[in-house]
């Protein structure tokens, strides 16, 4: 946890999140948060410093194939199977400012829509080729990419017969731990967005918009691989202008 | 009128059934990929303060336990300060990362942190906040990460005085917030829903 982005760090606390654009806990479409949904109220608070501060991960610490998910698994001279994309985009703040220095994991089923997981069963087969994961450490101006397979749909025990459409799971590690977030991307023009019971549980369908990466014609790389671009956006922080100070500071 | 021109927060999705693929992809046997899996290791020789263990399991509405889920947690060194570029106090222990990551076991639903017991910490008014253990919790059918915070049972005054367990307004509800401890064993159960429910915090 080293080499700091080179910008004075930000103390304030983050915006009040927008539980309503949200999903509930309570989702009763998607089956198994029936039993895990929290039932009492959140006890809401506006940020101590233990949320406002949160740890740092130095882009020294990823490694040159973790964001090259056909090649990090695959062995040597060999490469996933499946169509050829990359995945792009910037974090920024709801202040609209870019994020440096945070930490994007993402994984995802293969090209067949089959997880390299103990728990999965789907019939679809494994790549030997394909693990599912990878990270990068935003860049000065908040840019991450990595090249992956576009991964398939595929069936989930939940009513008789869902499935989830193509999607790439997003972990993002903000600079402050309150800003921890986890999420989907979807893919431009996919019918079964709408059909999907996790998606469903987002009840503003301009929020569901903002999972959709669209297609990047721009950045398609001729005989290669298509572009697909998916901006993050990260919980914005109060300025501290006005704000008591933290003793000892 | 002026737009504010803010951006909406990119809405959550649950972790899913296979968040080790991404999280902790050694965990769940994808190896060759990463050398370890990110925050398995807060401590080393040289920490500084009182080491402890934090372990429990998560529990959901029906009493059965959460076998699938990550935990994050995140704390302050063993003088209260944070490991983090936002912490303009002082200097954390170079030598405690201050964060964790640890999923709970398929077979016995069990997390575990080899950790330090943390500082106090100010609360913005200059009181001070008791020690404490921030976690982040995510899993299958968990649609937006819970927080929520651990606090220590040998505390007594402290926790008391804590301006958040002070928010709380039904009383009986703080010790779901509390673990207890058996010499350097902590021990702390998540209640995702049902009459033990733990306190979530929208923070």
């Known amino acids: 946890m080293s ?6 760090p930000e103390t304030g606390a983050f915006f009040a999140r927008d539980r ?3 999903s509930p806990a309570y989702t009763p479409g998607y089956k198994t948060s029936v039993l895990r949904a929290p039932q009492r109220a959140l006890l809401s608070l506006d940020g101590t410093i233990s949320e406002i501060t949160g740890p740092v991960f130095g882009q020294s610490m990823i490694g040159e194939m973790d964001n090259d998910l056909i090649h990090n698994f695959a062995r040597p001279g060999e490469s996933a199977i499946g169509e050829r994309i990359i995945v792009h985009g910037r974090v920024l703040d709801e202040r609209g400012r870019p994020q440096s220095g945070v930490l994007v994991e993402f994984w995802q089923a293969n090209a067949g829509g089959r997880y390299r997981h103990k728990k999965e069963t789907y019939l679809a087969a494994i790549d030997p080729n394909f693990g599912g994961c990878g990270r990068f450490v935003t860049d000065e101006e908040g840019r991450y990419f990595f090249r992956t397979v576009r991964p398939g749909a595929y069936p989930w025990p939940n009513g008789v017969n869902d499935w989830r459409p193509a999607h790439i799971h997003f972990s993002i590690f903000g600079h402050g731990f309150s800003q921890r977030l986890i999420t989907q991307m979807y893919f431009e023009g996919d019918p079964m967005i709408w059909k999907c019971p996790i998606v469903g549980t987002i009840p503003d369908k301009a929020a569901i918009e903002q999972l959709i990466a669209p297609l990047d014609w721009g950045n398609t790389i001729p005989m290669d691989s298509r572009a697909y671009k998916f901006d993050i956006v990260l919980r914005g922080r109060r300025s501290t202008m006005f704000e008591n100070k933290l003793e000892g500071n | 009128m002026q737009e504010l021109g803010y951006l909406k927060e990119t809405p959550s999705q649950t972790a899913g059934p296979y968040v080790h693929i991404g999280l902790t992809p050694n965990f769940c046997d994808i190896t060759g990929v990463y050398d370890t899996d990110l925050g398995t290791q807060m401590v ?3 920490t500084l303060g009182e080491r402890i263990t934090v372990s429990g399991r998560i529990f959901d509405g029906a009493g059965a336990l959460v076998r699938d889920a990550v935990i994050e947690i995140w704390q302050a060194d063993s003088a209260g300060l944070y490991n983090s570029p936002s912490e303009m106090r002082g200097t954390a222990d170079p030598n405690f990362t201050g964060w964790g990551r640890c999923p709970t076991r398929a077979e016995d639903g069990l997390y575990s942190f080899d950790t330090i017991k943390p500082g106090k ?16 919790i995510v899993a299958r059918g968990i649609n937006i990460g819970l927080h929520t915070r651990m606090y220590f049972p040998e505390e007594q005054e402290a926790n008391a005085g804590d301006p958040i367990l002070s ?18 064993k902590l021990s702390f159960d998540i209640y995702l829903q049902g009459p033990k429910e733990t306190v979530f915090l929208d923070i």
């Open chain 2, 167 to 184: 928010r709380i307004e039904h009383r009986e509800r703080v010790a779901t917030l509390i673990a207890t401890r058996d010499d350097a």
């Open chain 1, 20 to 22: 309503a654009w949200h």
């Open chain 1, 3 to 8: 080499d700091l982005p080179n910008r004075k």
């Open chain 2, 121 to 136: 910490i100010p609360f913005k008014d200059g009181r001070k906040m008791a020690p404490h253990i921030t976690f982040w």
């Open chain 2, 44 to 46: 080393n020789d040289k």
